[in-house]
């Protein structure tokens, strides 16, 4: 239908631009110029003759190449010409020039996915990348996924363009901070291209992906360490989103386990920006403010761990350093904060971030001797509300105060559930809407 609509209203522009001739200017001044054997067809890319394509097949990627460089529009008859000799890329998707011109488009300067996503439309980008041609119109069936694996792959892309142009501050302000000290940028867009491609398989994808990365990479033109990387980055894709969302990442081992499988900054950069664009891309709704916190903490534990080696500070100088801030934060009298400082366990204050510690002290100060002390406040940098319940602990108490969110109509996205030296229970919820 796209393609009719635009082949139908090119013809109408043809016929106003041909009568509007006869009363103005002459069609000299509106004769196409030529760029690079195509021609400009007022703005537009156009071809300057039918079989200008298949004379030589690598210009179906040249169109698109040239479309991103100079940033036009391309012609729908020249959109129509490239679907129907889509085909002749299958006898020159190794030719050196085909796949330099793909990286090029691909490692754009500027915002590759509405070309990308022409290059898809009129069927070329599968016919140079088959094994993107099997995931063109694969259906995700889950209650997350709002698209296409390939029009995830290519929002994905646009994304990751989008912060390294510096547009996502707001959204994104870890990943947009760093992605200026990515060294390998050429290779986080193909990554970020061939994270999915081995959906659909029947395997694990991203197994069978980095076995697709390891046969393409060189093949588009990527360096040895280049191929290395968005190797590792397509095996490992999931890595981040699994150890930040379903681990403790209050056990130091869980951050010294992913920090070791992450092995150095770059990776970490790299993986941590991958791991943004994949999630948004998914789809609308699916980022919130408690996986951007979540994935903020884990890159900060695991970048001090890789920057710091055995350096790294232990158990005991972390709860200390915590304990100090939160004293200077409450301000209260040496007395009265040893007190408190006695009734928590050490996992306590190596669960809970410095603000939820600083909460949780004043309401346990406020409550005194009561047997129940509840609180609940809009928690903005995780985008949910935090409810505290602190009583008096008991078996069965957690289930039943899950069960009472539950049955409010709340989500509980977080739990963590501590209890006093002398008995009481200090439970923090992370509640989102349904």
Not at 395 to 413: E, K, S
Request: glycine share 8%.
């Amino acid at each position: 239908v796209g393609d009719l609509t635009g082949v139908f209203l090119a013809h109408l522009d043809e016929k106003f631009a041909a009568r509007g001739s006869r009363f103005g200017l002459p069609n000299l001044f509106r004769r196409p110029r030529k760029l690079k054997g195509f021609t400009l067809d007022r703005g537009r890319l156009a071809l300057p003759y039918d079989g200008f394509l298949t004379e030589d097949p690598v210009r179906l990627i040249e169109l698109f190449q040239l479309a991103d460089l100079h940033g036009l529009e391309i012609h729908p008859l020249a959109m129509r010409a490239a679907a129907r000799d889509a085909k002749l890329i299958d006898d020159h998707r190794t030719d050196p020039r085909a796949n330099a011109l793909f990286l090029g488009v691909l490692a754009s300067p500027r915002d590759p996915e509405l070309v990308l996503r022409w290059m898809n439309e009129a069927g070329v980008l599968g016919r140079l990348i088959p094994d993107f041609g099997r995931i063109v119109a694969q259906m995700q069936f889950d209650m997350y996924h709002h698209y296409t694996v390939d029009e995830h792959t290519i929002r994905a892309v646009g994304l990751l363009a989008r912060i390294e142009a510096g547009d996502e501050r707001e959204t994104h302000p870890l990943a947009s901070g760093i992605v200026d000290q990515i060294v390998s940028r050429r290779a986080l867009r193909v990554a970020v291209l061939l994270h999915d491609i081995a959906k659909g398989r029947g395997g694990d994808h991203s197994v069978l992906g980095a076995e697709v990365a390891q046969r393409l990479c060189p093949r588009l033109g990527l360096t040895p360490a280049e191929t290395e990387t968005v190797v590792w980055l397509v095996r490992y894709h999931l890595l981040m989103s699994a150890t930040a969302f379903k681990r403790d990442l209050s056990d130091f081992k869980t951050i010294l386990d992913f920090a070791g499988q992450v092995a150095s900054p770059e990776r970490l950069r790299l993986l941590l920006v991958l791991t943004v664009v994949d999630i948004r891309a998914v789809g609308p709704g699916t980022w919130n403010g408690w996986k951007r916190q979540l994935l903020s903490d884990l890159y900060e534990a695991a970048e001090e761990v890789l920057r710091l080696g055995h350096k790294q500070r232990g158990r005991a100088e972390r709860i200390a350093a915590k304990q100090a801030q939160l004293a200077a934060t409450l301000g209260w009298d040496a007395a009265r904060f040893a007190a408190l400082v006695r009734r928590l366990p050490e996992p306590y204050w190596i669960a809970e971030p410095d603000d939820v510690l600083a909460h949780n002290a004043r309401l346990m100060d406020a409550a005194g001797t009561a047997p129940l002390s509840i609180d609940a406040q809009v928690y903005a940098t995780r985008g949910a509300t935090l409810v505290t319940i602190y009583a008096a602990d008991h078996p069965g108490l957690f289930y039943r105060i899950a069960g009472a969110i539950h049955m409010a109509g709340g989500n509980i996205i977080d739990a963590r559930i501590h209890t006093t030296r002398d008995g009481m229970a200090i439970d923090n919820f992370l509640v989102q809407d349904p």
